[in-house]
């Protein structure tokens, strides 16, 4: 059933009591900066990709059968003008969501990516494998059409309902009643909507996903990252480092799925060499709203445990919540939140003292 | 069955006698431009999307039902500083491709998204509705899955294979055996592969395609543009203009897929006050390898028909055909050729004489 937006939003702007306007944000909601932004380099490239031989069928039967790439990983990349000696940072976006997490918010604000490339930064944003330009492999999806597959073998695709959203990332105990403190531009939810895409991972990518070891070439293509997760990819970084410890210069797990508590003594001793911290906002004890996934104060819990051994082997974890500072309100979805900024200036100031010192700043 | 990339690419040197990279490009192919880029603003924003309500089972069976956002279509921009007056250009896509058509090549040459920029023009590129970062419509997947929709109600998902890719974008007769003159970087083929997306435009999208309106939406966003379109959407620039004729400025058609015939008297009025331009490469009598895709030069054909139809209503339809100048090798990916940025500056003329004097120009 399709409803116009209008009507939707014009429901919503009812149940928040403001002025949502139906027609969407639009470029016209787009803030510009107040002063340029200046590149050394900007631009697109892939990383990864396995070659697989494929049937006429399996690729939607108009040409002929033969070889594509799949499993590859697309990255935007901005390089600042008198960055250089500074260290990278990659933004890697969680379930449902592509690299759009970390550009424009959805009320226009400047994203991330751009705030770090000011900051001195040159930064990386990819869409995972299976998402977004990075793409996926179609070929079951053709297999069960043609019905030479079963329909069971399909991997489901997912989407969060807006309406999950609202307790699932924390923005109020349910569609339209938004925490009296909350951070997330609510007026500009609907925009939040638009960025999700159908997400394969949960069976429709290989395993292990490819986008770890993606992530861990990346971070050594540029000579070592900062790399970032966050939510579904949370912990990539912490499996990126295990692969590539060496390119791993810092790790931050922004509002992570999981800790993982699985890992060796002999894993925890490998990250107990890189600078770890482990981002999380308000209203953790929320129920998600969803039976099989547990609240984010447990994932904070588990993270805190991480945190502990990676102290007792001697490493430099640590735990950023801005409600521990006084700062109310942030939701999952921080890098948006309207304090995106002061939050991105506290994990700054974290990579200056623990990672290693912007050249900007020695200047 | 999975090949390495490897093993692959050295077939392929083989053919090619030339020593390709296995390992794939990366980063470390991607050229830094020799001035810095200033840019005004940049970032993301969705254009239209209709709000539908899906099952659990639809969502993909983790959280509850609910509303999402389909048929939104995303678009990255960047605007120069300093370009203030100069008209914009919107650069969209062809089929199993994104956006990033436009940006660095798949030998790590800078895009024409990044070189129309530099030349003073914002310039906006989305991703059509149901591929990258726009998003599809993923219900009817589960369904299937779930068993309550037949298999036959699936959309195809179309990829072209790499050998496929050969003679209908009129690389070489064959896969590995490209034009003496050919100015695609065939050495970088494998990077092109990666570009490549399953595309589910021909039965997973509503009809008509939401990429119309929204180019058209986008065009008045931006208080009119240039509007160019590639392959599959070559032609969608005539139709955003007749949806909204006002906006367009000028439209561009990159080897489209067609000129159609279909248009009415009064249609080709309408088009016929906005200037036209017609871009087709090199060898397009070369057989597509796809039995029911007509030859390149009957698309040509089809376009000078259109041309003159235009021209008999007074208008200013121009074909672009660079070997008709001498100019010899170029191919259906013409803005990854290797003399791309010299078919840019025969665009860029085009804009300055028949839509626009660029401001920096004036100056």
Chains 1, 2 share one sequence.
């Not at 990255?75 to 969501?97: E, F, I, K, W």
Request: with cysteine.
């Amino acid at each position: 059933m399709i409803h116009s937006r209008i009507l939707f939003s014009a429901t919503l702007a009812f149940v928040l009591g403001t002025a949502v306007d139906g027609r969407a944000q639009s470029l016209n909601d787009v803030k510009t900066a107040d002063t340029p932004l200046v590149l050394k380099a900007q631009g697109s490239f892939f990383v990864g990709g396995d070659t697989v031989e494929q049937t006429q069928g399996e690729l939607g039967d108009l040409g002929p059968g033969g070889h594509i790439t799949v499993n590859q990983m697309y990255v935007r990349y901005m390089v600042p003008q008198g960055g250089d000696g500074n260290v990278s940072v990659v933004m890697l976006h969680g379930a449902t969501l592509t690299g759009k997490s970390w550009e424009t918010t959805p009320d226009g604000r400047m994203g991330w990516d751009e705030y770090f490339v000011r900051k001195g930064h040159a930064v990386y944003v990819p869409d995972q494998v299976g998402r977004g330009r990075s793409g996926f492999n179609q070929a079951v999806f053709n297999n069960v059409r043609a019905g030479s597959a079963p329909a069971n073998s399909l991997p489901r695709w997912l989407r969060f309902s807006d309406e999950g959203v609202w307790p699932n990332f924390r923005f109020g105990t349910k569609a339209g009643a938004p925490f009296p403190e909350t951070q997330f531009p609510v007026s500009a939810v609907d925009e939040l909507s638009k960025q999700g895409v159908p997400d394969v991972s949960f069976g429709g990518v290989p395993t292990p996903n490819p986008t770890l070891k993606a992530l861990a070439d990346l971070a050594g293509q540029v000579n070592g990252a900062v790399l970032m997760g966050h939510s579904q990819s949370g912990s990539f970084p912490l499996e990126s480092a295990l692969l590539n410890p060496a390119a791993a210069k810092g790790l931050v797990l922004v509002e992570p799925g999981s800790c993982p508590a699985r890992y060796t003594p002999e894993q925890i001793a490998t990250l107990a060499k890189i600078p770890i911290l482990v981002v999380f906002g308000d209203y953790r004890d929320t129920p998600t709203g969803i039976g099989t996934l547990p609240t984010w104060q447990a994932r904070f819990e588990a993270c805190q445990t991480f945190i502990k051994r990676v102290a007792s082997a001697g490493g430099q974890a640590e735990m950023l919540a801005p409600p521990d500072r006084g700062i109310r309100g942030n939701s999952h979805m921080i890098m948006q939140d309207k304090n995106h900024l002061q939050i991105a200036d506290l994990i700054l100031q974290w990579i200056d003292t623990r990672v290693a010192k912007r050249s900007n700043d020695k200047k």
